[in-house]
């Protein structure tokens, strides 16, 4: 691994537009241009880990990227950006259990008076957890992690779609917008990203006779302290929906500046009580704004093999001009039966649909895709 260290009288001397950027779930980088005058080739390699200080202490561990050769007038130089490890978690997608999408995190458990409910809730931690783990036994992303965060924070299971590692994180930290993210590195250069919420983040003291600083600017944000949330829960029970409405602090107005309000859909068999006491179960036919919601179209299986023969033509399109094709039986259509045993309510009428267009969004609904047990076809030239 090569060490850049840009506090060194050779590379202030060498590096032209030289700037340090760290951002909080966004990583942090070094960019500079390196003249080709000093370097007949570029100095880095394409995706090389590269170890940058700044007097003596580790600012960055990651791979140099997005290295280029670039002429402007008379001024030839290599423009090159070293990352973080963040850089990784951006660009490597999550893709759990053979799926890019589903519903994220784990509802937990609590005992109500039937034994074990599922409560509308997941662990933060649990989640941060469960997307770095991934992201270092499968991704191979070398890191480990810290999360300094309270053990009783949560968040709310939600929908995802091709997200990477970084998105997800991100979007766990809208739930607990007082998280912060960094890498802290080791004496053995080991890199460890540290999760914190609030009352877990150091003080920061900024020594002016240390740094060389030419402005700096301090901003109140009371725009991101709200002085109380609101979250309305909808829960279907049949052709039902139990509402309830939560406020904190309790008592609270949510008409007031600043205030943060939710409104979201979790599935039946979630426990949901209004401690608001504000609403009682109405009878509608779909659930709020916020419930996952596909479109998806079919058309009807043949029921002879002249039209099994057309359906095939008309998934082979190189098999259009083949007046000798034949089916030899109708394939028998099956059902999966779902595991769980709370998703096996679904309609045995979908599986007399081919899906042509849409797509199963989650978990749940994979047993609406079919099975052909046999599926023959022979061609007669």
């Known amino acids: 691994m090569k060490t850049l260290d840009v506090s060194s009288s050779d590379f202030l001397d060498m590096a032209e537009s030289p700037s340090y950027n760290r951002l909080s779930f966004g ?17 880095f390699e394409e995706g090389e880990i590269v170890k940058v200080v700044w007097r003596g202490k580790t600012l960055l561990i990651g791979p140099a990227i997005d290295l280029e050769h670039s002429l402007e007038g008379t001024s030839e130089s290599w423009d090159i950006r070293i990352c973080d490890y963040w850089w990784n978690l951006s660009n490597i997608q999550y893709f759990a259990n053979g799926r890019a ?14 034994g074990q409910e599922k409560q509308a809730t997941a662990n933060i931690r649990d989640a941060l957890s469960g997307v770095l783990d991934h992201a270092v036994s499968t991704a191979l992303v070398p890191i480990k992690y810290d999360l300094r965060i ?6 709310i299971p939600f929908a995802y779609a091709s997200e990477t590692y970084a ?14 993210a960094w890498f802290e590195y080791g004496a053995d250069d080991s890199a460890t990203l540290v999760i914190a919420d609030h009352a877990h983040l150091p003080d920061v003291v900024l ?18 302290v709200p002085p109380a949330v609101g979250l309305t829960c909808n829960a279907s029970v049949v052709s039902r929906v139990q509402r309830a409405l939560a406020v904190y602090p309790s008592g609270a107005s949510l008409s007031q500046p600043y205030v943060v309000t939710a409104e979201v859909d979790v599935p039946g068999g979630v426990k949901v009580s209004d401690t608001a006491g504000q609403y009682s179960p109405v009878e509608t036919d779909s659930l709020g704004y916020d419930a996952p919601r596909m479109i998806v179209r079919g058309d009807k299986f043949p029921t002879g093999t002249a039209q099994w023969a057309a359906r095939v033509k008309r998934w082979a399109p190189a098999l259009e001009d083949c007046a000798g094709l034949e089916v030899a039986a109708s394939p028998k259509i099956t059902s999966i039966t779902p595991a769980d045993a709370e998703h096996r309510g679904y309609s045995s009428a979908a599986i007399t649909h081919e899906l042509t267009s849409g797509e199963i969004i989650s978990i749940s609904y994979y047993s609406i895709f079919n099975v052909f047990q046999q599926s023959c076809f022979h061609m007669i030239l």
């Open 150 to 155: 309270d053990k009783d924070a949560e968040i």
């Open 167 to 180: 998105s997800l994180l991100s979007k766990i930290q809208q739930w607990r917008p007082n998280m912060a």
């Open 207 to 224: 020594d002016l006779s240390a740094v060389d600083v030419s402005a700096l600017s301090l901003k109140a944000r009371p725009d991101l």
């Open 101 to 114: 999408n589903g519903i994220f995190a784990e509802y937990r458990r609590g005992t109500g008076g039937s």
């Open 27 to 43: 990583g942090a980088s070094v960019s500079f241009r390196a003249p080709v005058s000093r370097f007949a080739s570029c100095p």
